[in-house]
């Protein structure tokens, strides 16, 4: 079925380090792959997106890529700093103009 | 603008019961949403709507029902309350569509069933 898988399921960084979450999805015809992030208590927020024609995108501290191929895409965030601590999504557009999401990835940054 | 609202924020129901948990959005968007969100197990998709009077189901739509008579508006109603619907359910919205565009959530609804 269409599914979207995440690890790791947590992931603890020291201040200032790299983070990396990776996410793969099943359907072939996915061209939609947003990101968000939910703070405890809050709701989702997106963070950033790419689309299938791209192979990576960057925004300040974050990028995320994108390889088509082996149908997988990862967040990366560079120095990362205390309230980089948060639940991160990944997600894949999927047929019927459906999002689904992989289980979350709990960030702890350490400081 | 308000962005996308729900209510209650909170909700407790006895088994059997029903209630219908509201979504308004004041962003003129055709796309809206609803999802569950469980422990370990990310966001699920319950329904969604790509314009008023269009529905359809998502990954986990038994159980619930949805209508969707004006823009603004997406009501998710469980029909009788099972401990297993107990959860978070957020509502969201789109301008374009589910799988093209940023989706904008609403503050969700905690939902426990006794």
């Known amino acids: 079925g269409e599914n979207v898988e995440q690890h790791p399921s947590t992931l603890s960084v020291q201040e200032g380090d790299s983070a990396v979450i990776k996410c793969t999805y099943s359907?072939?015809?996915?061209?939609?792959f947003p990101w968000y992030k939910q703070e405890l208590g809050k709701r989702p927020q997106l963070i950033i997106d790419?689309?299938?024609?791209?192979g990576e995108k960057k925004d300040q501290r974050i990028a995320v890529t994108l390889n088509k191929t082996a149908k997988h895409f990862s967040l990366h965030i560079t120095e990362t700093q205390p309230e980089d601590s948060a639940v991160y999504f990944c997600?894949?557009?999927?047929?019927?103009?459906?999002?689904?999401f992989g289980a979350g990835t709990i960030l702890r940054v350490k400081s | 603008n308000a962005g996308v609202t729900q209510t209650p924020k909170f909700q407790v129901l006895k088994t059997g019961q029903s209630m219908t948990l509201q979504c308004a959005q004041d962003?003129?968007?055709?796309?809206m949403s609803w999802y569950r969100q469980d422990p370990g197990m990310g966001l699920r998709l319950i329904h969604y709507?790509?314009?008023?009077?269009?529905?359809d189901q998502g990954e986990v739509p038994n159980g619930y029902n949805v209508s969707r008579s004006t823009t603004e508006d997406f009501p998710l109603r469980l029909l009788s309350a099972a401990p297993s619907q107990t959860s978070v359910y957020f509502c969201?919205?789109?301008?374009?569509?589910?799988?093209?565009?940023?989706?904008?959530f609403g503050p969700g609804t905690r939902l426990t069933v006794l």
């Open positions: 969201a919205s789109s301008s374009s569509g589910g799988g093209t565009d940023t989706q904008y």
């Open positions: 359907d072939s015809a996915s061209n939609y």
């Open positions: 790419i689309r299938s024609n791209v």
């Open positions: 997600a894949a557009s999927m047929r019927g103009n459906k999002l689904v």
């Open positions: 962003m003129n968007h055709e796309y």
């Open positions: 709507s790509v314009g008023a009077g269009i529905t």
